[in-house]
């Protein structure tokens, strides 16, 4: 037989968007998240901006160096009577000494007039320079650029016309650094920074996500006490809590009492009702049973159904003004347990067998509501079986249910007549006594809890009853 659902669960929670589904839930992980990415960002911008001076910083004392030397080979050098250059600069660097170093300077005619050179000897060879066309001079007759060394490395070139004497003849001057090794340093200086800053910023990391952790402790405080609350073991939210979270727990605390007023004002009400309906019905039982005769009988059982009525709606509106409390708890294996003894010293012709869970599971309601069902269920299962009849508890697939199913081996219901069971005073069978009530209290009930019924065929022949209701973890 297919498996039907007969009692739905509570409404379910609506959907949100899917940007918000994917953006994880826990607000610990969000604040960590965004104080990481803020303090990664803010590393980035850092890191960038001190490279940044660094290098502006370095090549304009690169350029100061260049010139500096410049100015001073041009002090250092002169010209004889017969236009020959002269001198022996000395610029203070051993650079100017080395082969191939990159660190070059040399003196060449710019005039008439004027012949042979000056170079320094770690300049092997002559290293071009581009056209006055392409990099004109400027007002002081200097210009700057970039050449290609003697072993391949990166040049920065100052270079200067000068003139020599009051004859206007002029030399051209020319001092040149290795770039390539300024880039090296910066490229150094950028390792170790980002070396620093990288080990700085796991250290910020892990002490701002110490911080959150511990400033978000006392929301932890708040559910550990709210799920005491909830498993019944504590009234209300104790303890001292921040400003912050302070008022959201004297809110819950003040729900939780009115609630429980809500609770006690429904139950009193219930009882009264009870109370002021009991004497006229008993009357009317009575009266019916003395009058007798087919009118008498037909008025005591309309008032034996009219109690079975009132007592059933007298238990859903207890149940109903209950259901969402958050302090109520029944352990249910010991509360199976009693009922099955009961029920087979009743019935000892039918064998019952119990089959229960390694683990604890609580009843996240009432026990004389649990009592009621498994009541109601159990006296249908053994009205109807043959010979067997099988409990058996245990977890349901979800976390926060659990599941009751009844077994016997009776002629069990069809799918098509599984519904019609359900409804109130409906009987698929006149020859068993009874009123018809029994699987619709159930159903009731279950529906109240926000539980699931399914009325399935049993492995053992006949019925098998599975419910399925909240637990408490």
């Given amino acids: 037989m297919s498996r039907r659902r007969n009692s739905e669960p509570l409404k379910p929670t609506a959907r949100a968007p899917l940007s918000l589904r994917l953006w994880p839930r826990s607000l610990t992980f969000r604040v960590i998240a965004f104080s990481t990415v803020w303090a990664i960002l803010t590393l980035v911008v850092i890191f960038t901006l001190i490279t940044t001076l660094y290098r502006q910083a370095s090549e304009r004392g690169f350029d100061s160096l260049l010139s500096a030397h410049l100015f001073n080979l041009i002090g250092s050098v002169g010209i004889s009577d017969t236009g020959a250059l002269i001198g022996a600069p000395d610029l203070g660097d051993l650079r100017f000494s080395e082969p191939k170093s990159g660190w070059y300077w040399s003196v060449e005619p710019a005039s008439e007039g004027v012949h042979g050179d000056l170079h320094s000897s770690s300049m092997t ?20 650029y970039s050449a290609e060394g003697i072993d391949g490395e990166q040049l920065e070139v100052f270079e200067s016309e000068f003139v020599l004497d009051a004859k206007n003849r002029a030399a051209r001057f020319r001092v040149m650094g290795n770039q390539s090794e300024l880039e090296q340093e910066i490229a ?232 019609d069971a359900l409804k109130r005073g409906r009987r698929l069978d006149e020859t068993k006594p009874g009123t018809g009530l029994g699987l619709a209290i159930v159903a009731d009930l279950v529906n109240e809890y926000g539980g699931i019924l399914a009325l399935e065929r049993s492995g053992l022949g006949g019925l098998k009853a599975v419910v399925r209701l909240r637990s408490l973890q």
């Fill in 125 to 144: 060879s002559k290293i071009p320079s581009p056209s006055v066309a392409e990099v004109p001079f400027n007002a002081s007759f200097q210009r700057s």
């Fill in 188 to 419: 150094t200086f950028q390792r170790r920074l980002l070396t620093y800053l990288s080990l700085f910023g796991v250290g910020m990391i892990a002490i701002n996500a110490i911080a959150i952790l511990l400033g978000l402790q006392p929301l932890r405080r708040v559910r550990n006490a709210l799920a005491m609350v909830r498993e019944g073991t504590a009234q209300r939210l104790h303890g001292r809590f921040p400003a912050e979270i302070e008022p959201l727990a004297n809110e819950t605390n003040a729900l939780i009492e009115n609630n429980k007023r809500i609770v006690e004002r429904s139950r009193t009400q219930v009882g009264n009702l009870a109370h002021s309906l009991k004497t006229p019905l008993a009357v009317l039982l009575n009266e019916g049973r003395a009058l007798g005769g087919a009118k008498g009988q037909l008025i005591a059982e309309q008032a034996a159904s009219m109690q079975k009525q009132v007592d059933h709606y007298l238990q859903r509106a207890r149940v109903a003004a209950q259901r969402d409390s958050v302090v109520y708890r029944t352990p249910v294996a010991p509360l199976v347990q009693r009922m099955v003894r009961v029920l087979q010293k009743l019935n000892p012709q039918t064998s019952l067998s119990l089959s229960l869970p390694a683990t604890e599971i609580v009843f996240a309601g009432e026990r004389e509501d649990l009592e009621e069902l498994l009541g109601n269920l159990l006296e249908n299962a053994m009205k109807w079986a043959k010979s067997a009849v099988s409990v058996t508890v245990g977890p349901g697939k979800d976390d926060n249910l659990f599941e009751i199913s009844i077994d016997d081996d009776g002629p069990g219901i069809p799918e098509d007549k599984a519904r």
